[in-house]
T-cell receptor, first 113, second 118 residues
C-alpha cells in the first residue's frame, strides 16, 4: 500500500534553534517528493520538489534531503523564526499511473519566543 | 496578483441542501484540482481538470460534481449535502508550459472553504 508517514507528529522549539522533520514513504514507483508548509487557516505552500536524482535541495532556511534507496526524506529548518510555526506536509508523487499524490498527515511545528 | 481565490471562506449548510464552491485562478494555469482536508487524514483529491473542458474523478468523488467553466474557473457542487461532507475544501492549480513536466510542478493552493453540514 502506498503510504507516507511523518515524524514527529508535533514539535516545539525555541526561536533561533534548528530542527529536522522526517518523512518515510512506501510509494512505488516513485516520481518525486514534495514538502509543503501550511499555516493555520491557509492553503499549503510549496517549499521544494525533489526528483529521484536529487538528494539535497534548499529554499532559504529550508533544506530537504532525499534518500531514494531507503525511501526517506528530511526537512531541516535553520535558525527558526516565529513565522515558521506551521504544519509541514510531505507529499509523494508516484504509483503506476504516475498521477497520484500521496499526502502525509504533517508535522505541526510551534516556534516559541 | 491574487493567485487562487476561493469563495465562500465559510459556509454552514443543513443536510440535504445544495451549494457550489467557487474557485478562480489568475495565473493562466492549465490544470485545476479540488481537495478535501479532514482531521487525521491527508489531503484527498475529489476531482481534477487537466484542461478547459475536461474533468476526471479523483480519490473521493462520490457526492460531488464539478464544472470547468473556462480556463480560470473550476467549481465544486454538492447536490445534497451530508454531514460526512463537513470538511475544509481546497482548490489548487498547476502551470504547465512547453518543455516542462506537470508531474514536477508545484500546486498553488487557495486558502480553502470551511464547510459545516448540520
Amino acid at each position: 500500500k502506498n503510504q507516507v508517514e511523518q515524524s514527529p507528529q508535533s514539535l516545539i522549539i525555541l526561536e533561533g534553534k534548528n530542527c529536522t522533520l522526517q518523512c518515510n514513504y512506501t510509494v512505488s514507483p516513485f516520481s518525486n517528493l514534495r514538502w509543503y508548509k501550511q499555516d493555520t487557516g491557509r492553503g499549503p505552500v510549496s517549499l521544494t520538489i525533489m526528483t529521484f536524482s536529487e538528494n539535497t535541495k534548499s529554499n532559504g532556511r529550508y533544506t530537504a534531503t532525499l534518500d531514494a534507496d531507503t525511501k526517506q526524506s528530511s526537512l531541516h529548518i535553520t535558525a527558526s523564526q516565529l513565522s515558521d510555526s506551521a504544519s509541514y506536509i510531505c507529499v509523494v508523487r508516484g504509483g503506476y499511473d504516475n498521477r497520484k499524490l500521496i499526502w502525509g498527515l504533517g508535522t505541526s511545528l510551534a516556534v516559541n519566543p | 496578483n491574487a493567485g487562487v481565490t476561493q469563495t465562500p471562506k465559510f459556509q454552514v449548510l443543513k443536510t440535504g441542501q445544495s451549494m457550489t464552491l467557487q474557485c478562480a485562478q489568475d495565473m493562466n494555469h492549465n490544470s485545476m484540482y479540488w481537495y478535501r482536508q479532514d482531521p487525521g487524514m491527508g489531503l484527498r483529491l475529489i476531482y481534477y481538470s487537466a484542461s478547459e473542458g475536461t474533468t476526471d474523478k479523483g480519490e473521493v468523488p462520490n457526492g460531488y460534481n464539478v464544472s470547468r467553466l473556462n480556463k480560470r474557473e473550476f467549481s465544486l457542487r454538492l447536490e445534497s449535502a451530508a454531514p460526512s461532507q463537513t470538511s475544509v475544501y481546497f482548490c489548487a492549480s498547476i502551470r504547465v508550459t512547453v518543455g516542462e513536466f506537470e508531474r514536477n510542478q508545484p500546486q498553488h493552493f487557495g486558502d480553502g472553504t470551511r464547510l459545516s453540514i448540520l
